[in-house]
């Protein structure tokens, strides 16, 4: 089973460049979100989705956007890339059900120099 | 909504003795809790839950987790620890966005 995917693994940046890190998951989840994950931080929410057309903003959404036009995928696109965007970014599905977990992808590694 | 807090950012203990991960989750009328498990360089995976019923719950590699309504605790414990489980583990109230807590990185010493 797959489960979430994301690609690259790895990406290196210069400020100022645009890049889409890809989500994609095969367990026909309706809710999908977007972390990131800076060292001692926990991971902190920047955007999920409930369903195909709908997002929502989380904690740290600026400098980010997201789309959401099919079930399986969900791109997160940085448009002007910063140095403080530099983390581990983390793609997550699930139910819905608040009894039920959050499947995740193994991250996107982000460097931005 | 619930909130939780891992009382400890660091954990360090040698092979095969005990360990306990604390969290304390703030008070509500229903109550599930998670801790999640993250190797090096990879994701979250769920590690065990609390849903209802026993308030001693098993989980994956010989964790087990005990829920503790008057304490409001949910600490994860494991009688003999492994190199393997090096590892962070975060504690979660249900909610959708989940909100985790800063995490626990446990550091198993050989």
């Known amino acids: 089973n797959a489960g979430v995917t994301q690609t690259p693994k790895f990406r290196i940046l210069k400020i100022g460049q645009s890049m889409t890190l890809q989500c994609t998951q095969d367990?026909?989840?309706?809710?999908m979100y977007w972390y990131r994950q800076d060292p001692g931080m926990g991971l902190k929410l920047i955007y999920y989705?409930?369903?195909?057309?709908?997002?929502d903003k989380g904690e740290v959404p600026n400098g980010y956007n997201v789309s959401r036009s099919t079930t399986e995928d969900f791109p997160l696109r940085l448009e002007l890339a910063a140095p403080s965007q530099t983390s581990v970014y983390f793609c997550?599905?699930?139910?819905?059900?608040?009894?039920?977990?959050?499947?995740f992808g193994d991250g996107t590694r982000l460097s931005i120099l | 909504a619930q909130s939780v807090t891992q009382l400890d950012s660091q954990v360090p203990v040698f092979e095969e003795a005990p360990v306990e991960l604390r969290c304390n989750y703030s008070?509500?009328?229903?109550?599930?809790l998670f801790w999640y498990v993250q190797y090096p360089n990879q994701g979250l995976q769920l590690l065990l839950k609390?849903?209802?019923?026993?308030?001693l719950v098993k989980g994956i590699n010989g964790f087990e987790a005990e829920f503790n309504k008057s304490q409001t605790s949910f600490h994860l414990r494991k009688p003999s620890v492994h190199i393997s489980d090096t590892a962070e583990y975060f504690c979660?109230?249900?909610?959708?966005?989940?909100?985790f807590g800063k995490g626990t990185r446990l550091s198993v010493i050989a």
């Open positions: 997550a599905s699930s139910t819905g059900d608040t009894n039920q977990p959050q499947h």
């Open positions: 367990m026909n989840h309706n809710y």
């Open positions: 989705s409930v369903g195909a057309g709908i997002t």
């Open positions: 008070s509500s009328v229903s109550v599930y």
């Open positions: 609390y849903l209802s019923g026993s308030t």
């Open positions: 979660a109230p249900p909610g959708t966005p989940l909100v």
